[in-house]
């Protein structure tokens, strides 16, 4: 049922080109010595040698949203009166998200339960996850600090991409998965290539045939629970870090948000930003109450949250996808797999030391 | 190695009288490291110290204040103690300073940039060439290329003070010319190109805060302004000007304090070159005062007092 195409590495840039008169294409670009996804521009080049440094989530969750904007005004005789008048600003037009990784792409199924679910539905979120269309490179092998394989995923999982690419000599074999995904491949000018299926499929084959063997960290939502109240082990992880959100801006699943309101004179505008569950401000309430005072109870969320409650709440599925970003990013090299395994440790001495009372 | 084991041993006599010491260890590959919290003798045996271990560990200090802490320090990080000892945040009696002779520090992000962002699998440091080899390609770079800016406007190898001192190690990696800093560039620009150069580095900011986290002279971190809402100096948008704005509003906070640590700019995961506005501002802290931040223990920060008469500045002169 399916479109398979080859795409020629040197006609991909011509091709986003042509698609930006329809779609916003967001392309990972060189910036500085970094790569960040932003908007395609021919002269900017597309960068699709590495993993990028900040994730593709801001297509879906922009690190700073406008939810409306208003302007106030005031009769100018008594009483006085004050109205307010607002402008929502829901987002519009179809966005093509090119050259995601397949971690990137399952991050994005992760938001989905949060903000498409059957209780809450976003209407922010929900319009860019239905105007998007992902394309994700399958990647050719895992650099030190990935472990998706950890996780529940690989690197050349399909979760959450609409067409995969699988890297052969000078292009690559894209594949349709998904109704938006062949209506994209549909409409290109590029090569039939149902014949090459088998070909890309042998590639990713090898690609995994390299994976090395490793603990997983599924199914550890009890174990980790269960180092709750054990803020001795929290402090002892948590002693090298700086509490900044480096970790948090650049993962690929955090979603927390933070909404203020901006205003400039008598107009203004209510924005979402991203958040950071590592600052103290996080949870600091109106009385002056902290409920998490210290970096061991922020990283104790931190480590909770994507090992063990997020989890327990959707179906087992990790709010983590393994990109590592948070470790080669960290401003201390601060490596949650080490914690995350030593966690578990710690949680099965416990209960070991439990079973012998 | 004998360098490393001789630190171990120092460390260890200490270690009973101390509640922990910071020192560094490997990280998640070759080229990176990470601070190593000691509190056990079994701990020792992870002590790493070398051009790579980077981190300015004088950062964690403030926070552990009241506790008795050893400290693992080269000169440049010494400057900060001192900082920090002169504006009280911490006391002489509960630090321990064990001076190491540094060699240079590498700017890891320049080694990253030069292998192109390749998986680092291996890293050697010979006298003047750091090899570093990425799966099955090896590069050769020049030390001197890729060191710590502070590397190159370095005032001691060895800490200004110390408890310890492991012996004096020879050598310098900094050797020969020092390459242009961004600065430099900086002050070659009109108003124009260098208001479009930060707007250009800006634009990639994702307001983290690592550069003001990992600041050992960043203090006010749980009630900084860049986040209060009253005063509301600076507003939660994502555009150049706000995160610009904080940019300076960090600078100004530590001119005439800022020891020059590079920890700013290392720390942003974005490399973004920051810590050119400190040193920009220390410039004209020195021109003004004749001051350089963190040299002398028994000295008060210029902008921390006020004389009528500046030395260094004829204000009455002029008129």
């Not at chain 1, 629970?225 to 109240?229: E, V």
């Not at chain 1, 402090?235 to 700086?242: G, H, R």
């Not at chain 2, 001192?82 to 911490?90: D, G, K, Y």
């Given at each position: ?5 080859f795409?020629?590495?040197r006609d991909?840039?011509?091709w986003?080109?042509?698609?930006g008169?329809e779609y916003t294409?967001l392309?990972p670009?060189?910036h500085?010595?970094t ?8 002269e ?12 593709a989530?801001?297509?879906l ?6 939810l409306f904007?208003?302007?106030t005004?005031k009769?100018?005789?008594?009483p ?5 008048e ?5 987002p519009?037009?179809?966005?093509l ?11 994005m ?8 679910g ?13 105007a998007a269309?992902i394309v994700?490179?399958a990647c050719s092998g895992q650099?030190?600090?990935?472990f ?5 995923g690989?690197p ?11 890297p052969?000599k000078?292009g690559?074999v894209a594949?349709a998965?998904t109704?938006?995904?062949m209506?994209?491949?549909r ?6 290539a149902?014949g ?6 042998n ?14 960290f ?6 980790l ?5 054990d803020?001795?082990f929290w ?8 509490s ?15 909404i203020?309101?901006e205003p400039h004179?008598d107009?203004?505008?209510r924005i979402?930003?991203?958040d950071n569950?590592?600052?103290s ?14 970096k061991?109870h ?5 480590i909770g949250?994507k090992f063990?409650y997020?989890p327990?709440?959707h ?8 990109c590592?970003r948070c470790i080669?990013?960290c ?6 797999r080490n914690a995350?395994?030593c966690?578990?440790q710690h ?11 | 190695m004998?360098?490393?084991?001789e ?13 922990l010491?910071?020192a560094w260890?490997g990280g998640?590959?070759?080229l990176?490291?990470?601070?190593l919290?000691i509190t056990t003798?079994?701990?020792?045996d992870r ?7 980077v981190q300015n560990?004088?950062a964690y ?8 802490v050893?400290i693992?320090?080269?000169?440049c990080?010494?400057r900060?103690i ?9 006391n002489r ?6 001076g ?6 590498v700017?890891i992000r ?8 390749a998986?680092?699998?291996d890293?050697e440091?010979?006298?003047?060439v750091?090899t ?23 005032a001691?190898?060895?800490?200004r003070m110390?408890?310890?001192?492991v ?12 390459p ?6 900086l ?6 190109e260098?208001f ?7 634009d ?9 986290n990992?600041?050992p002279l960043c203090?006010?971190?749980?009630s ?6 009253d ?8 555009t ?21 640590c590079?920890?700013?700019e290392?720390?942003?995961?974005m490399?973004i070159?920051?810590l050119?506005m ?6 004209r802290i ?7 931040a963190?040299?002398d ?11 009528q ?5 004829k204000?009455?002169d002029?008129?």
């Open positions: 049922m399916s479109t398979a195409r795409l020629k590495a991909i840039a011509p986003l080109e042509e698609l008169r294409v392309a670009t060189r500085g010595d790569v960040v996804f932003r908007e395609f521009e021919p900017r080049g597309i960068e699709l040698d590495r993993l990028s440094t900040t994730p989530k801001k297509a969750l922009p690190p700073c949203e406008t904007e208003y302007a005004t009769t100018d005789t008594p006085y009166r004050t109205s307010i607002l402008r929502p600003t829901l519009e037009g179809k966005i998200l090119f050259g995601t990784r397949p971690c990137d792409a399952r991050a199924q992760i938001f989905d339960r949060v903000y498409d059957e209780q809450v539905k976003d209407p922010y979120y929900t319009a860019r996850r239905n269309t994700t490179l650099a030190g600090t990935c998706c394989d950890r996780v529940g690989s050349v999982d399909a979760t959450g991409s609409d067409v995969l690419l699988t052969l000078a690559y594949e998965l109704e938006k995904g209506e994209l491949m409409d290109t000018a590029f090569m039939k149902d090459l299926r088998q070909e890309a499929l590639v990713r084959n090898r690609i995994l045939e390299e994976v090395p063997e490793r603990t997983s599924l199914d550890m939502e009890r174990n629970l269960s180092l709750f109240g803020l001795g402090d002892k992880t948590a002693e090298s870090c700086l900044c959100g480096a970790c948090t801006y650049l993962c690929p699943t955090c979603y927390c948000f933070n203020t309101d004179g107009s203004g505008k979402r930003t991203w569950c590592m600052s401000q996080f949870t600091l309430e109106g009385s002056g109450h902290n409920p998490r005072p210290t061991a922020r990283m104790r969320n931190r949250h063990s997020y327990q709440l179906d087992k599925t990790l709010a983590c996808v393994g590592g080669s990013n401003p201390v090299s601060f490596d949650i995350v395994a966690a578990i949680a099965a001495a416990n209960a070991q030391e439990h079973a012998h009372d | 004998a360098h490393t084991q630190l171990r041993t120092l460390i260890a006599r200490e270690l009973p009288n101390l509640d010491v910071l260890t998640f590959d070759p990176s490291s990470t601070p919290f003798e079994a701990d020792l002590l790493a110290v070398g051009p790579m271990h560990l004088a200090l403030p926070s552990l204040k009241g506790r008795k050893g693992v320090t080269r000169g990080d010494s900060t001192t900082e920090l000892l002169q504006e009280n945040l911490i009696d509960e630090v321990v300073i064990f190491i002779g540094c060699t240079g520090a700017n320049k080694v990253r940039t030069a292998v192109n962002g998986p680092v699998t890293v440091i010979g006298d003047d750091l570093v080899t990425t799966g099955e390609e090896t590069h050769a770079l020049r030390l001197q290329d890729v060191l710590m800016d502070k590397c190159y406007t370095c001691g190898q060895a800490p110390h408890d310890h001192m012996s004096e190690r020879s050598g310098c990696l900094a050797t020969g010319e020092t242009p800093s961004s600065l430099d560039l002050e070659g620009m009109d108003a124009r260098r479009a150069f930060w707007e250009g580095h800006m990639r900011c994702i307001r983290c805060y690592a550069c003001r990992a600041c203090v006010c971190k749980d900084c302004v860049a986040q209060s809402r005063p509301h100096w600076v507003d939660q948008s994502d150049p000007r706000e995160k610009l704005m904080f940019q300076a509003i960090h600078a100004l906070h530590t001119a005439g304090r800022c020891t020059e590079g920890e700013c290392r720390a942003c995961p490399g070159p920051i050119a400190k040193q920009a501002l220390n410039r020195k021109h003004l005062f004749d001051y350089e963190g040299m223990q028994e000295s008060t920060p210029p902008l921390f007092m006020f004389r008469q500046e030395e260094t500045i204000e009455r002029a008129r």
